[in-house]
T-cell receptor, first 110, second 116 residues
């Protein structure tokens, strides 16, 4: 059974600092890995999807890397802003199912 | 734009009543749909997997008589929480996939259920 772990559980940084969010998974047989953002009281927003054959994906200030062999993915957010405050979830996809981490709650202080 | 639509986004219901949440795939035929639940500060947990035209497969610990899932067509799955109780208050989210989409799973926006 896939186990997904996200560290740290919570993170507070001053505005402008770069964010590094970690995600690890136990079963490397994944199709892809996705990063989501969840705002309080709102749904999930898909941020980045990395296929198993890829090493990284970039979108604006976001960059996500994937190392299947070590079972790790990292989400980098450059030059953080208060609007980046949210919970970030990673999910590993295998056999049409997603296994989610518990998330990292980020607070960016103005 | 969204390819999976979930409705309603918010719902408040009285204890003992039933509430239905719909999940629609907008531009593809979803052969498989999934329902997840998330309690505060916990991971999203898979509740059940439904394939069009067949009975849903429930994960261990999920009461199938309480959480009725119907996947009657290739574009619609519904989750009905029957005789809801306050402990059923949670974030429910559906996702859908189909062959030919590169194993991509598309998510609905989620539904916040509060049982009072």
């Amino acid at each position: 059974k896939q186990e997904v772990t996200q560290i740290p559980a919570a993170l507070s940084v001053p505005e402008g600092e770069n964010l590094v969010l970690n995600c690890s998974f136990t079963d490397s047989a994944i199709y892809n890995l996705q990063w989501f953002r969840q705002d309080p009281g709102k749904g999930l927003t898909s941020l980045l999807l990395i296929q198993s054959s890829q090493r990284e994906q970039t979108s604006g200030r976001l960059n996500a890397s994937l190392d299947k062999s070590s079972g790790r993915s990292t989400l980098y957010i450059a030059a953080s802003q208060p609007g980046d405050s949210a919970t970030y979830l990673c999910a590993a996809a295998g056999d049409y199912k997603l296994s989610f981490g518990a998330g990292t709650t980020v607070t960016v202080r103005a | 734009g969204a390819v999976v639509s979930q409705h309603p986004s918010w719902v408040i219901c009285k204890s003992g009543t039933s509430v239905k949440i719909e999940c629609r795939s907008l531009d593809f035929q979803a052969t498989t749909m999934f329902w997840y639940r998330q309690f505060p500060k916990q991971s999203l947990m898979l509740m059940a997997t439904s394939n069009e035209g067949s009975k849903a497969t429930y994960e261990q610990g999920v009461e199938k008589d309480k959480f009725l899932i119907n996947h009657a067509s290739l574009t619609l799955s519904t989750l009905t929480v029957t005789s809801a109780h306050p402990e059923d208050s949670s974030f429910y989210i559906c996702s859908a996939t189909t062959r030919g989409r590169g194993n991509t799973i598309y998510f609905g926006e989620g539904s916040w259920l509060t049982v009072v």
